[in-house]
């Protein structure tokens, strides 16, 4: 069943058990509705437009010829004299209303619904004809009313041209000029996975902005219509990027009908049919790798990439918890095999959870990716005052899961297990900023699948994760060769703390990016209080260790506790100083300009190469690729040599246009390097792991003329 047809049911429920139905409707009537006519009078073989006018209520709507996920749209039933024939309504352009999960199309405030009416030629000059009809609609606000009316219309037929209601006529006059008309477009489309692009060109499209075009399908399963549509302008039409509907399940459709509408109000019949893109479209380009992958190889690269993932950087602090933990249980298998599982437990639940919020932002319409977490000023606060508590710990500040007497004694007790379980979880929460090689294309063929397949990749990375640790866990013999607990322990464990400071002052540099110093100064006061709070609560520890009471104590530890959440959830988080200024920034010499796609077009016309550089200041893999490959002077001479320009996509904030652009190479996630070549073309795309060898190969490779490649 139909959303809509449900939600509509459901809707019309109280009124059914009324026995009312449509008949009379119920309730308040939020809607005015009135028949007009553009002319006073018809003439015998003309057509006279007729519209139902809706008034309505503020704060509610009425729907469009497609309603969108949920609603019904307006029905006129017509009784006309003999030989009257009425057609379909000429329906205007809707607006979005987005409710919720949901994307709904229709009316606010005004509206007009002319319909064409053919006047017979025998008609009787000098007779009034009334025209009726009963008008169904649903109204609708933060609930629905279903509503009806009878509408009536006294029409004179008069032997002469009909002049113009002076009121009604322009009115209609306009709304059938806005309204959406056929015109000399060329459609096609391609559909790839759950991905559709339809390619629009013609000389109606020219000198209408691309940016805020959108597409209204006439199908409500032509696309998945909650979620995002994005458009890239041709030179002479635009390429539309959306998410693909229940309508694709059954294969590709023969057509897809609907409206474009610009920017600027003008709006288009188009019929797409499957097929190559027209010219000056902007091409639908090739079908991405995620894309054609399918599930089997995509959650093999998703093991592969969780595993190697275990080598990035931003883990390592997060695992040498683990590996403190390990060494206190000094030969002893069952303990470390229950923490091995456990872990393995907090990774698998956490990559399911950030997974299901993802998937669930995207459903939203949020342009999000994989990191998203670390996109919001506060999350990332949030996430360096645990990381510092994590390390406060660590240093025997204060102790988790155990008194300050007998730690060695309990590390195997069930606080271990939650300790590691935790780790895990915190382990994911931190590796989210970094994308090893082959988690790319698969996290990309994830998101364009069902929720199943989705969450199923997602499985695979975090059991590629886990692996590493958990199979160390298994292996007695190399447990049984860590030596036994002793002092060297308690060193051990405070030296592996500094690791975890050193990521609380990345997250604060990433907060440093984000976000004003009137922000970055609160979170620094929360730090300070949340240090505060460890301290107390390790004096309490260990009052209650020597046997008398810590009331006072613990309470003072709650105090600043509750001090430091409460300074970093009310700062204000307001955006960085200078935040998109245009001033370039400087990278190996280069002067790197922001991205956006109309740059990278012109500087293609021109006839320059152009490396773009999607990062953000939460990747820790991209801050380690501008170091190690772009910020070196063999890249800087590549750059020189080739005439190339350096775009930078910052990803640290949201940003709705990298989160299409990197989408469309079936991404979702930074790192992203891609080299265009002069003169257009679709983009090379270069390794998550860069080397400063890769970018002059790959700036060499795009700069050499057509031809002569190998040369």
């Given at each position: 069943m139909r959303l809509s047809s449900l939600v509509f049911a459901l809707t019309l429920g109280l009124a059914s058990l009324s026995g009312g139905a449509w008949a009379q409707g119920f309730g308040p009537q939020h809607v005015q509705t009135q028949l007009v006519a553009e002319t006073r009078g018809a003439t015998p073989g003309s057509t006279v437009?007729?519209?139902?006018?809706?008034?309505?209520?503020?704060?509610?709507?009425?729907?469009?010829?497609?309603?969108?996920?949920?609603?019904?749209?307006?029905?006129?039933?017509?009784?006309?004299?003999?030989g009257w024939r009425a057609g379909d309504i000429v329906w205007p352009a809707p607006k979005r209303l987005p409710l919720g999960p949901l994307m709904n199309y229709g009316y606010e405030g005004q509206v007009l619904l002319p319909v064409p009416i053919e006047i017979p030629a025998d008609a009787k000059p000098g007779h009034l004809e009334r025209l009726t009809a009963k008008a169904q609609l649903l109204v609708c606000a933060d609930v629905c009313v279903p509503q009806d009316a009878d509408v009536a219309l006294d029409l004179p037929v008069v032997a002469g041209a009909a002049t113009a209601d002076p009121v009604w006529g322009p009115a209609i006059a306009k709304t059938l000029a806005d309204a959406p008309k056929a015109a000399d477009i060329a459609a096609a489309y391609q559909s790839t996975g759950g991905s559709l692009k339809i390619a629009l060109a013609g000389a109606a499209l020219a000198g209408h902005p691309a940016a805020g075009a959108y597409f209204y399908p006439y199908d409500a399963e032509t696309l998945d219509q909650a979620k995002p549509q994005a458009i890239d302008r041709g030179d002479s039409g635009f390429t539309l990027a959306a998410s693909a509907g229940a309508a694709f399940q059954k294969g590709p459709p023969a057509e897809i009908q609907g409206v474009i509408e610009t920017a600027d109000g003008a709006a288009f019949e188009v019929t797409a049919k499957p097929g190559p893109p027209p010219p000056g479209s902007g091409g639908l380009?090739?079908?991405?790798?995620?894309?054609?992958?399918?599930?089997?190889?995509?959650?093999?690269?998703?093991?592969?990439?969780?595993?190697?993932?275990?080598?990035?950087?931003?883990?390592?602090?997060?695992?040498?918890?683990?590996?403190?933990a390990f060494a206190g249980h000094g030969g002893e298998t069952m303990g470390a095999r229950e923490q091995g599982l456990a872990f393995a437990g907090g990774v698998l639940a956490s990559f399911l959870a950030l997974a299901g919020l993802l998937m669930a932002a995207r459903a939203a319409g949020q342009a999000v990716g994989w990191g998203f977490e670390l996109q919001s000023p506060m999350v990332t606060g949030a996430l360096a005052l645990v990381i510092l508590a994590a390390a406060l710990n660590l240093s025997g500040l204060f102790e988790v899961g155990a008194s300050a007497q007998g730690l060695g004694a309990k590390l195997a007790s069930r606080g271990g297990i939650v300790g590691a379980a935790f780790t895990g979880a915190l382990a994911v929460v931190v590796a989210a900023p970094c994308t090893a090689p082959f988690m790319g294309p698969a996290l990309g063929f994830a998101l364009t699948q069902s929720p199943a397949t989705g969450l199923a990749v997602f499985a695979a990375l975090a059991v590629g994760f886990a692996l590493p640790f958990t199979a160390l866990a298994f292996t007695p013999a190399l447990i049984r060769r860590l030596p036994r607990p002793g002092p060297?322990?308690?060193?051990?464990?405070?030296?592996?703390?500094?690791?975890?400071?050193?990521?609380?002052?990345?997250?604060?540099?990433?907060?440093?990016?984000?976000?004003?110093?009137?922000?970055?100064?609160?979170?620094?006061?929360?730090?300070?209080?949340?240090?505060?709070?460890?301290?107390?609560?390790?004096?309490?520890?260990?009052?209650v260790a020597s046997g008398r009471r810590a009331w006072v104590v613990s309470g003072l530890a709650a105090l600043a506790l509750f001090a430091a959440v409460a300074v970093l959830v009310v700062a204000p988080y307001g955006p960085p100083p200078q935040q998109g200024a245009a001033a370039a920034e400087t990278v190996a010499g280069i002067a790197?300009?922001?991205?956006?796609?109309?740059?990278?077009?012109?500087?293609?016309?021109?006839?320059?190469?152009?490396?773009?550089?999607?990062?953000?200041?939460?990747?820790?893999?991209?801050?380690?690729?501008?170091?190690?490959?772009?910020?070196?002077?063999?890249?800087?001479?590549?750059?020189?040599?080739?005439?190339?320009?350096?775009?930078?996509?910052?990803?640290?904030?949201?940003?709705?246009?990298?989160?299409?652009?990197?989408?469309?190479?079936?991404?979702?996630?930074?790192?992203?390097?891609?080299?265009?070549?002069?003169?257009g073309g679709a983009p090379k795309v270069l390794p998550q792991l860069l080397t400063s060898g890769i970018v002059a190969e790959a700036l060499d490779d795009a700069a050499r003329p057509l031809g002569s490649a190998g040369k």
């Open positions: 437009y007729v519209a139902l006018v809706q008034k309505i209520d503020a704060g509610w709507h009425t729907y469009w010829r497609n309603p969108g996920d949920a609603g019904e749209a307006t029905t006129l039933a017509w009784t006309l004299p003999g380009g090739a079908p991405s790798e995620p894309a054609k992958m399918g599930l089997a190889v995509a959650a093999l690269f998703a093991f592969l990439g969780g595993i190697i993932l275990n080598l990035m950087p931003c883990v390592f602090p997060i695992l040498s918890m683990k590996a403190a060297w322990m308690d060193v051990l464990r405070k030296g592996l703390a500094f690791p975890m400071y050193g990521t609380a002052a990345w997250l604060v540099w990433v907060l440093g990016a984000q976000t004003d110093r009137t922000s970055l100064a609160a979170v620094f006061a929360a730090a300070v209080a949340l240090a505060f709070a460890a301290w107390i609560w390790g004096a309490a520890q260990r009052r790197a300009e922001p991205w956006s796609a109309e740059k990278v077009a012109a500087l293609q016309a021109q006839g320059k190469p152009v490396l773009v550089d999607f990062t953000a200041a939460w990747c820790v893999t991209c801050q380690v690729n501008e170091q190690v490959a772009l910020n070196t002077g063999e890249a800087a001479q590549a750059f020189k040599r080739t005439g190339a320009v350096l775009l930078k996509a910052d990803w640290t904030n949201r940003d709705a246009a990298i989160a299409k652009a990197l989408a469309d190479q079936g991404r979702v996630g930074v790192p992203l390097y891609l080299v265009y070549a002069p003169g």
